[in-house]
């Protein structure tokens, strides 16, 4: 779909997920409070299945046109009783503003309906974080909830807005 491929993790990929999941910037989105070693990002890539049902997530690296890694997109807190999860993707900033984020979410998305059959994916999203909010609107999520004061950055508490989008309407 337009340049853009999801793969899952290999080995070789540990330094970029590493750097992802150990940027203090991005913990505020991701629930982190520290970082990880490169022993748990190796185990981790080493024992995921890639199957959702197994590992209640899947997480998909984006790969551009140039075969260089542009992000991650996750799908976690899979519900199967409901057929729901939570969605969240990262870009990396020198890929941003190209339609790949755009692109990977819709793939992703189908993936979940298509071949996973979850009916809903939804993805909390800080309320300054303006290019996140375009994109899933851009996506078709729509915007259904905010929940004031929902996460601490720092020594400040952020609303966050809920995006949904239900793939039986």
């Known amino acids: 779909m337009n340049g853009v491929m999801l793969r899952a993790p290999e080995p070789e990929d540990l330094d970029i997920m590493l750097a992802i999941e150990n940027d203090p910037e991005l913990w505020a989105y991701s629930g982190n409070t520290g970082p990880y070693s490169r022993y748990q990002m190796k185990q981790y890539i080493a024992s995921n299945t890639n199957d959702i049902f197994t590992d209640l997530q899947l997480r998909m690296m984006i790969v551009a ?59 909390y999203v800080i309320s300054d974080n303006l290019q996140g909010r375009n994109l899933f609107l851009s996506c078709g999520f729509t915007e259904t909830a905010i929940l004031r004061s929902w996460i601490k950055r720092g020594d400040t508490y952020c609303d966050v807005y809920l995006y949904q989008k239900i793939a039986l309407r």
């Not at 976690?76 to 190209?98: M, S, Y």
């Open 65 to 123: 046109d140039d075969e260089k890694i542009a992000g991650i997109v996750d799908v976690f807190d899979f519900d199967v009783r409901n057929n729901k999860a939570e969605v969240g993707i990262v870009v990396l900033p020198e890929f941003r503003g190209k339609g790949i984020g755009h692109n990977a979410l819709h793939m992703m998305e189908r993936h979940c309906v298509e071949f996973l059959g979850i009916n809903q994916l939804y993805s």
